[in-house]
């Protein structure tokens, strides 16, 4: 290779660098002014690929235009979404700030337990007991948890004071997500580019796994998560239970993460025996008792009779997200590492399915 040659390839190498260094320096930026954004979006991607089956059903039987039709069905979500969602969130907030001065100030009351706690198997006793001490002198028996009291409670009034941000980015996004289902098919044809030009001639594919993946999870899991939680949030504002909004928090991390709400249901109902009376509290009991077994009815409905994916996996990215981002981070968390565990393991077996069909 002669001197000239020498300097033509060292000139490419420094404008390939330059260029590449442009390009970096654009998409980072352009990242930047979009990051406020990509939150609601990709929420709002995420509900639209969830509940376009729902759209769709809706659309054949209005019979209307793409247009229309998405914004009957974006309307019917804000209100069937958003005002119990205000109704729990005011009522968490409220509950925190009470708790959290609480705290801070040592006068925190907690009520004596009712008599049928005694007679809970194995550790009824043990439980009683505690929790009456508790309630005669909450700073001495609580002294030692009295840290991880306080840092649940700094954590908890971090937590409603993004309610608010997070009711405005879950009205943002529902929008979002309207105007995506007016424009499905050109969504569709966008995605299946994208990852056509990531892996090759297998974005089809790969576009539905994302689609049927994001479909379940929505359906399967987050959808009767949100559904159960609101009807039973509705039953402790009726009840006038303590710590409404902080139960009904709890019930939606549990039942996105797998776990039967009528854990926390069954005592409430045995609760409100012993401080009501029989017909409320009877009331209140088949009300708990057909929200729990909800989920049993609503999968077949729903056409999602489960999620491909380990619980770890549903449970690392609903709580990961909850840490990470909020109350919005525990839905878009879970679902976007389902995601990505289903496409990481389509992506270790691509070989084999391809050996398969040759």
Request: glycine share 10%; aromatic share 8%; net charge neutral.
């Amino acid at each position: 290779m002669n001197n000239k040659e020498e300097q033509a390839s060292s000139h490419n190498t420094i404008d390939n660098a330059i260029r590449i260094g442009l390009i970096a320096l654009l998409t980072a930026w352009c990242i930047y002014i979009a990051l406020p954004f990509i939150g609601p979006i990709l929420w709002g991607i995420i509900i639209a690929v969830g509940t376009y089956p729902l759209y769709r059903w809706l659309q054949k039987k209005l019979g209307l235009s793409n247009g229309w039709t998405a914004t009957v069905f974006t309307a019917l979500m804000l209100v069937f979404l958003i005002t119990p969602t205000v109704m729990l969130s005011n009522a968490l907030v409220s509950e925190v700030s009470v708790f959290s001065q609480d705290l801070k100030e040592g006068s925190l009351v907690i009520p004596p337990p009712p008599d049928s706690v005694a007679d809970l198997p194995f550790i009824g006793k043990d439980l009683s007991t505690f929790w009456t001490k508790a309630s005669e002198d909450p700073k001495a028996t609580l002294g030692e948890l009295e840290p991880e009291i306080k840092k649940l409670g700094k954590w908890l009034v971090k937590a409603a004071g993004g309610a608010a941000v997070g009711i405005l980015m879950l009205i943002f996004s529902i929008i979002i997500a309207g105007i995506f289902l007016a424009s499905a098919k050109g969504g569709r044809n966008a995605a299946e580019t994208v990852f056509a030009r990531f892996i090759g001639g297998r974005g089809k594919e790969m576009t539905d796994l994302s689609r049927d993946t994001v479909t379940s999870v929505v359906n399967g899991i987050l959808g009767i998560a949100v559904i159960q939680t609101l009807l039973a949030g509705m039953g402790f504002i009726a009840m006038d239970i303590p710590g409404a909004g902080i139960l009904a928090l709890i019930c939606l991390v549990l039942a996105i993460v797998q776990i039967d709400i009528l854990l926390i249901l069954i005592p409430l109902s045995i609760y409100m025996f012993n401080v009501t009376d029989t017909g409320p509290a009877i009331a209140f009991l088949i009300w708990n008792i057909m929200v729990g077994l909800m989920n049993n009815v609503l999968k077949p409905i729903l056409l999602a009779r489960g999620v491909e994916a380990p619980m770890s996996i549903i449970f690392i990215g609903a709580i990961g997200g909850l840490i990470a981002h909020g109350i919005i981070g525990l839905f878009v968390g879970g679902v976007v590492f389902v995601l990505g565990y289903k496409l990481f393991v389509f992506w270790l077996h691509e070989d084999k399915e391809t050996s398969r069909s040759i």
